[in-house]
């Protein structure tokens, strides 16, 4: 099977798995997730599942990016924080239904090989930096939308912090390794309403980065 087949058939999986956004699922479908994974993956690119990239980090299952890309709702106002940048491609599909998306990983390497994707996809509404996420980016702050890619052990308040009132933050809480709750959260004029989304599996957000601890 060709390449574009195998994306088209992800694509149709993910339709017939109940996601119905075309707007989101067109944009799965022009970015080149192949693009992101190690070599030795990319044949594997368009299958539904999580793939290892450097570091011992993963890049996201594609049904999980639509999940939350589709619960952050999001449109071409916003301008989106996403911690855990990884291997850049969350970022990108944000890119594509975002006015602008600040992406923040911890470990520099990772983010160096991200930077270079969103330079060859020519997305110059993406800024980036290595740095620890869990302090958001306050220069930048308030946010009207944050998705953390990594899963928090409890909902990070310097986060809400840097959310504008009315905007929705998407992530994943909870202390167990292989299971975590994925929790939509708005802040309202008086703090915040959660709603649970659902089990999912996320490498943890650790503190600091990677490259001055050497993990
Ligand atoms: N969004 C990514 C997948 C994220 S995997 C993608 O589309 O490929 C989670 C990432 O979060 C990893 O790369 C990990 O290094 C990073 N991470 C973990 N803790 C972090 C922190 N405190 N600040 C920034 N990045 C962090």
């Not at 999940?67 to 916003?78: G, H, I, N």
């Not at 291997?87 to 890119?95: D, N």
């Not at 939308?145 to 308040?157: F, G, L, N, S």
Request: contains cysteine; aromatic residues 4%; hydrophobic residues 40%.
């Amino acid at each position: 099977m060709t390449q574009v087949e195998d994306r088209a058939r992800l694509i149709l999986e993910m339709r017939r798995s109940g996601i119905v956004d075309k707007t989101i699922l067109d944009v799965m479908e022009r970015v080149p997730r192949e693009l992101f994974v190690p070599e030795t993956f990319r044949e594997h690119a368009y299958e539904n599942s999580a793939l290892p990239i450097d570091k011992g980090q993963t890049i996201s299952q594609p049904m999980i990016v639509a999940l939350m890309t589709l619960a952050l709702d999001v449109d071409k106002r916003v301008k989106v924080l996403e911690i855990g940048t990884g291997s850049g491609y969350q970022a990108v599909i944000l890119s594509h239904l975002c006015r602008r998306v600040y992406t923040i990983e911890r470990h520099r390497e990772l983010l160096k090989q991200a930077e270079q994707r969103f330079t060859d996809l020519r997305r110059h509404n993406i800024t980036s930096k290595t740095g620890d996420g869990g302090l958001g980016w306050p220069e930048q702050a308030p946010f009207q939308r944050i998705m953390v890619t990594a899963a928090a052990a409890d909902i990070p308040p310097v986060l809400v912090d840097q959310l504008a009132v009315g905007g929705i933050m998407v992530v994943p809480v909870g202390e167990h390794r292989d299971h975590q709750d994925l929790l939509k959260v708005t802040k309202t004029d008086n703090g915040i309403d959660v709603e649970d989304l659902g089990p999912v599996r996320f490498v943890p957000l650790l503190p600091g980065t990677g490259d001055r601890q050497g993990y």
